[in-house]
């Protein structure tokens, strides 16, 4: 099941690069009190901010929810935002945190769609074989990624599902590149584990080593 705007938040594979110039006029109106600026940053990243909520959380209403809580959150912090970087990269990482603390506070685990993943392996040339096989291996990822940790699979999702670089992910989650790339390390190394025991024949198949 595809996310809500599946656009999603993106630079290449991950965050979309909104007009720098347009949104930073825009945040300058509403810190002078325009609140017609606040519902046209809204309006420009409403989809996409549900979109990696619901990738992290994998319910739509919960989603939504999170949505609501990050445009409050942004209207309350808007002051400490740096407008010499990116907007995206701020508010990705305010949705990213806000999904980060839904699954802390509803403390069970749950796995992504892993709907960009699965994309990333399609091919226009596809034959009816290669689209079946694929589809057998989407559900075994999905099964896998449901054994990481919480901060695993979020850190699995934000880099190799949204395609995020490094760089933002170490950003986003407030943490050192060094330990951002030693858990991607672990969540693909386990993730392939998983893989090689359950369908070591189908990897052959779809020449994945």
Same mark, same amino acid.
């Given at each position: 099941?595809?996310?809500?705007?599946?656009?999603?938040l993106?630079t290449?594979?991950?965050?979309?690069?909104?007009?720098?110039a347009?949104?930073?006029?825009?945040?300058?109106?509403?810190?002078?009190?325009?609140?017609?600026?606040?519902?046209?940053?809204?309006?420009?990243?409403?989809?996409?901010?549900?979109?990696?909520?619901?990738r992290?959380?994998?319910?739509?209403?919960?989603?939504? %929810?999170?949505?609501?809580?990050?445009?409050?959150?942004? *209207? $309350?912090?808007?002051?400490?935002y740096?407008?010499?970087? #990116?907007? &995206?990269?701020?508010?990705y990482?305010?949705?990213?945190?806000?999904?980060?603390?839904?699954?802390?506070?509803?403390?069970r685990?749950?796995?992504?769609?892993?709907?960009?993943?699965?994309?990333?392996?399609?091919?226009?040339l596809?034959?009816?074989e290669?689209?079946?096989?694929?589809?057998?291996?989407?559900?075994?990822i999905?099964?896998?990624?449901s054994?990481?940790?919480?901060?695993?699979?979020?850190?699995?999702?934000?880099? %190799?599902?949204?395609?995020?670089?490094?760089?933002?992910? *170490? $950003?986003?989650?407030?943490?050192?590149?060094?330990?951002? #790339?030693? &858990?991607?390390?672990?969540?693909?190394?386990?993730?392939?584990?998983?893989?090689?025991?359950?369908?070591?024949?189908?990897?052959?198949?779809?020449?994945?080593?």
């Amino acid at each position: 099941m595809a996310a809500p705007g599946t656009a999603g938040l993106q630079t290449g594979g991950g965050l979309h690069d909104e007009d720098e110039a347009t949104i930073k006029r825009l945040i300058a109106q509403f810190k002078e009190g325009d609140r017609e600026s606040f519902t046209e940053i809204v309006r420009r990243y409403k989809k996409q901010v549900e979109s990696l909520a619901f990738r992290m959380v994998n319910n739509r209403d919960e989603a939504a %929810d999170i949505a609501q809580i990050v445009f409050v959150k942004m *209207a $309350n912090s808007i002051g400490s935002y740096d407008e010499r970087r #990116r907007f &995206y990269t701020w508010l990705y990482r305010v949705t990213a945190n806000a999904s980060i603390d839904h699954l802390r506070k509803r403390r069970r685990h749950s796995y992504e769609p892993l709907e960009d993943y699965r994309n990333n392996l399609e091919s226009n040339l596809a034959t009816p074989e290669h689209s079946y096989h694929r589809r057998q291996l989407r559900d075994h990822i999905e099964e896998a990624a449901s054994t990481l940790s919480d901060r695993q699979r979020n850190i699995f999702m934000l880099r %190799d599902v949204e395609g995020c670089k490094v760089d933002d992910v *170490a $950003n986003m989650m407030d943490m050192p590149v060094a330990t951002v #790339r030693w &858990y991607v390390h672990r969540a693909r190394a386990k993730i392939r584990s998983e893989l090689l025991r359950r369908c070591p024949q189908l990897l052959v198949l779809m020449g994945i080593r």
